[in-house]
């Protein structure tokens, strides 16, 4: 019963991040229609990198395995890993998130990331206020890229 809870809970998330990225590309004018998520990733040479995927057509239902919600305050979380493959989904405050090749990434309200930097430097996440995510847990085997479907595109 608690997997199929949760299993809600990721859906709900994962659909209310689709239709707040719609709605903005609507409203603004300027994006496409439909969900882009930024990827944070790490290469063959253990240098992690940014990348903005959109999401073609309607995936396929994601193979959570477990949510996490948490809440921290403002300040930097200096190099790290993802402890695991995982989305998150900032539901209140500012972030930019900074790799090892140099890019950084502003992540606001509504942004949903993936993160699959298992290895290499990581990542930096500089809290620029208070913020609140929300953590929807993958497989190890699951492929970002084959379930999104669109071409990425650098930072």
Same mark, same amino acid.
């Given at each position: 019963?608690? #997997?199929?809870?949760?299993? *809600?809970?990721?859906?709900?998330? *994962?659909?209310? #991040?689709?239709?707040?990225?719609? #709605?903005?590309?609507? #409203? %603004? %004018?300027?994006?496409? =229609? !439909?969900?882009?998520?930024?990827?944070?990733?790490?290469?063959?040479?253990?240098?992690?990198?940014?990348?903005?995927?959109?999401?073609?057509? +309607?995936?396929?239902?994601?193979?959570?395995?477990?949510?996490?919600?948490?809440?921290?305050?403002?300040?930097?979380?200096?190099?790290?890993?993802?402890?695991?493959? +995982?989305?998150?989904?900032?539901?209140? !405050?500012?972030? *930019? !998130?900074?790799?090892?090749?140099?890019?950084? *990434?502003?992540?606001?309200? !509504?942004?949903?990331?993936?993160?699959?930097?298992?290895?290499?430097?990581?990542?930096?996440?500089? +809290?620029?206020?208070?913020?609140?995510?929300?953590?929807?847990?993958?497989?190890?085997?699951?492929?970002?890229?084959?379930? =999104?479907? %669109?071409?990425?595109?650098?930072?």
């Amino acid at each position: 019963m608690e #997997a199929s809870r949760r299993t *809600v809970i990721a859906g709900g998330a *994962v659909l209310t #991040a689709l239709l707040a990225t719609r #709605a903005e590309a609507q #409203a %603004g %004018g300027t994006k496409s =229609a !439909g969900m882009e998520v930024i990827r944070i990733f790490t290469d063959a040479d253990g240098v992690s990198h940014i990348q903005r995927v959109p999401v073609v057509g +309607l995936p396929k239902p994601l193979p959570v395995v477990g949510v996490r919600a948490n809440a921290i305050a403002m300040g930097v979380e200096n190099w790290h890993h993802a402890p695991q493959k +995982l989305f998150t989904i900032n539901t209140a !405050g500012d972030i *930019v !998130g900074e790799v090892s090749d140099g890019s950084k *990434v502003p992540i606001g309200k !509504g942004d949903l990331v993936y993160l699959e930097d298992l290895t290499g430097k990581g990542h930096v996440t500089h +809290l620029l206020t208070d913020v609140a995510n929300l953590f929807i847990l993958m497989p190890p085997d699951f492929d970002f890229l084959e379930w =999104a479907g %669109g071409t990425p595109q650098p930072v």
